[in-house]
């Protein structure tokens, strides 16, 4: 882990896997996330010929704070990291909570961002002819139907759950399993795959709270820039039976996006986005 200067002095914490040659993909956590994953192993992104670059966002883990981020806050930290490793150019991947993230540096840096990739993502609180909470899981329409009424409704419970997660991360885990399908219940069983959910709860929370406060507020404002002006190609992958990001906020993204791909993929949900991270790093690096 090494620590960068964002804007304002802020500290960014960021790690580096794989190839020192290779091609760079920048890897969005989701929410809540951290820098530590899941990730492809070393040996897998050596084979890919990837430079794989995470990052804790603000708020999360050893990363400073910004208070009133919005999505687009994505697109000037990434350049710090960037520029910090001395990169030109990069792709972009973001899963779940950091599929959003993605697509504003796609938007915002068409000069630097080659190709842009999303697995699970949230559309736009405001996309126009979408029913944003069509298809979600109770427990998140609650959770986000509480951040609309403002941050004093629902901040002190997330830092009261963030503060059990980081004692018990295993807990998360099992408050999520009655909602699952079956496909993601047999994802979540594996120890690999449940052990990297627990590393990156863990250092999501080191601190507290901040870092998911800030995310679901800026998923439910105002994303600081339009998808329909993103230039770059992009590639979305969707699990049809996902009720956490339902699959039309990546069918209203695909339909917004000049020239996007989108892959449904039937019988998956939202943790089978694990199982085709390499794939999507493949693509995105080239």
């Known amino acids: 882990m090494q620590l960068v200067e964002a804007p304002g002095g802020r500290a960014l914490a960021v790690d580096t896997l794989g190839d020192p040659q290779g091609r760079p993909v920048f890897l969005l956590h989701g929410t809540p996330g951290s820098r530590l994953g899941p990730v492809p192993r070393s040996t897998v992104l050596y084979r890919l010929g990837v430079l794989l ?34 990169l030109d150019d990069f792709a972009v991947l973001g899963r779940s909570g950091g599929g959003p993230h993605s697509l504003a540096c796609a938007a915002l840096l068409p000069d630097r961002v080659c190709r842009a990739a999303t697995l699970v993502s949230l559309a736009p609180r405001n996309a126009e002819g979408l029913d944003w909470y069509g298809g979600m899981t109770p427990s998140n329409v609650r959770e986000y139907s509480e951040v609309e009424r403002g941050v004093r409704h629902f901040a002190d419970s997330f830092r009261f759950r963030s503060q059990q997660i980081r004692d018990d991360p295993v807990g998360l885990i099992k408050d999520l399993v009655p909602e699952l399908p079956p496909t ?35 998923f439910t404002s105002d994303w600081g820039f339009k998808v329909e002006d ?56 080239g």
């Open 53 to 86: 670059i995470s990052f804790d966002r603000p708020g999360y883990g050893d990363s400073t704070r910004l208070p009133g981020r919005r999505v687009s806050s994505a697109a000037a930290d990434v350049t710090a990291i960037a520029d910090a490793l001395g």
């Open 184 to 218: 993601d219940r047999t994802l979540v069983s594996d120890s690999g795959i449940r052990r990297m959910l627990l590393s990156t709860y863990r250092e999501a929370f080191r601190y507290g709270a901040d870092g998911w406060i800030d995310d679901v507020l800026a």
């Open 230 to 285: 993103i230039t770059v190609p992009v590639r979305l992958w969707h699990g049809a039976d996902d009720q956490f990001s339902p699959v039309d906020h990546s069918r209203w993204l695909t339909d917004h996006i000049p020239g996007a791909q989108l892959y449904l993929e039937p019988g998956a949900a939202h943790f089978g986005a694990l199982k085709v991270m390499t794939e999507a790093l493949k693509w995105a690096a």
